[in-house]
């Protein structure tokens, strides 16, 4: 992620900021719907926090990580929003603004975005084939379902699904594998 972007974010021109919300949407959205469940307003919160990174960049000089800098930069602005998005929901606003500002659930948010970031990297990264019999169990079509809308046996589906298993494995550190089926086996097989 992000290989040569200065982690001088004060260097940074458009190419850098372009090129950084290209390698990472998908990361923070994932993160930002840990705490937003209505896709206009996270991308509203990104497009507001992406904002804030370009015209504080200047300021913000050089970080360790710009991507654990960029949670922390859209985590606060979806508290600052959030009495605001919240309105008329006193009883829920006031639970859901305590799990925003909980330091503990904010770094196991980023976790749980980062694996999901890292399990759907390497599920791109199996034969075309093998993704989609992946993708189908996912979705909750079982092995004849599969076989039937693939034009293949019962047989090859277990045998490609198992493949796409272990390549996932090799893939995947043990967690994010774990974590993986954990999923994968919550849907029907």
């Keep these: 992620m992000n290989k040569g972007l200065p982690l001088d974010i004060s260097m940074w021109d458009e190419s850098c900021m372009k090129c950084f919300i290209q390698d990472n949407s998908a990361l923070f959205y994932a993160f930002a719907s840990r705490y937003v469940d209505n896709p206009e307003l996270i991308d509203d919160f990104l497009q507001e926090a992406y904002v804030k990174l370009w015209t504080h960049r200047k300021t913000i000089g050089k970080v360790q990580s710009v991507q654990k800098y960029f949670f922390t930069i859209l985590r606060n602005t979806i508290i600052d929003k959030w009495a605001y998005f919240a309105s008329g929901e006193k009883e829920r606003s006031l639970d859901d603004y305590m799990e925003v500002s909980s330091n503990e659930s904010f770094i196991e948010h980023i976790i749980e975005a980062e694996s ?10 199996l034969s075309p084939q093998n993704r989609r019999i992946i993708l ?6 079982t092995m004849p379902e599969i076989a039937e809308q693939l034009h293949i046996s019962v047989n090859t589906v277990k045998t490609l699904k198992y493949r796409a298993l272990k390549q996932l494995s090799s893939y995947l550190s043990k967690d994010d594998f774990l974590l993986f089926l954990l999923l994968f086996y919550s849907f029907p097989c």
């Excluded at 970031?117 to 599920?123: E, G, H, Q, W």
């Design 136 to 141: 189908l169990s996912m979705d909750g079509k």
């Design 116 to 125: 999901s970031y890292l399990i759907a990297v390497a599920i791109r990264k």
